[in-house]
């Protein structure tokens, strides 16, 4: 079932694009995606995306290593001593090397494992409904998702902008 997804502007200047940017933002309209063929640092200011949670997924990956080792090191200790020279069984020093090993292996396996849940990957929906090759040449983008009373407001504000032209993105939602 195909519905009206929201409205695209295409621009052929970026200060255009921008400048719909800000003015769609300041009437609390949703910016679906920004299209563009080179990276533009305004709109990161303008559109803002969120932090990212593979952060998190490498510190409990990291964490999660770290202990793993460390048990390890202990557990592998209990089993079998081995007395050297009169020193303790469970030192400190020589547990750290299997505890920053396995720290550092979980971390970057489950940074990994993250980037590829977060971004979605392998792509079943790619690319967006609302891109166009043009996008990746010479022309910007600028998808506004919203409410169907919205859009209509979101058209006049990227018709006020500049934009070359402005059409209804139709099919399934993302």
């Known amino acids: 079932m195909t519905a009206r997804l929201g409205v695209l502007g295409h621009f052929a200047h970026v200060d ?3 400048a719909a940017a800000r003015t769609l933002e300041a009437r609390g309209l949703q910016i679906g995606e920004v299209f563009s063929p080179v990276p533009v640092e305004e709109l990161i200011h303008v559109v803002r995306p969120g932090r990212s949670p593979v952060r998190f997924v490498t510190f409990v990956g990291g964490a999660t290593g770290l202990v793993a080792g460390l048990a390890l090191a202990v557990l592998t ?8 020279s009169g020193k303790p069984l469970y030192g400190i020093p020589p547990y750290m090397v299997p ?37 990746g040449v010479d022309r910007f983008g600028l998808w506004v998702r919203g409410p169907e009373e919205r859009l209509e407001e979101a058209r006049a504000v990227l018709a006020e902008a500049g934009a070359l032209e402005v059409e209804d993105v139709e099919g399934e939602a993302p």
């Open 77 to 84: 200790t209990s089993v079998w001593d081995l007395v050297v």
């Open 16 to 18: 255009a694009l921008v």
């Open 99 to 135: 505890g920053f090993e396995l720290t550092i292996l979980l971390g970057a396996l489950s940074t990994l494992l993250g980037l590829l849940v977060f971004s979605r990957l392998p792509a079943r929906r790619f690319p967006a409904p609302a891109w166009r090759p043009a996008f």
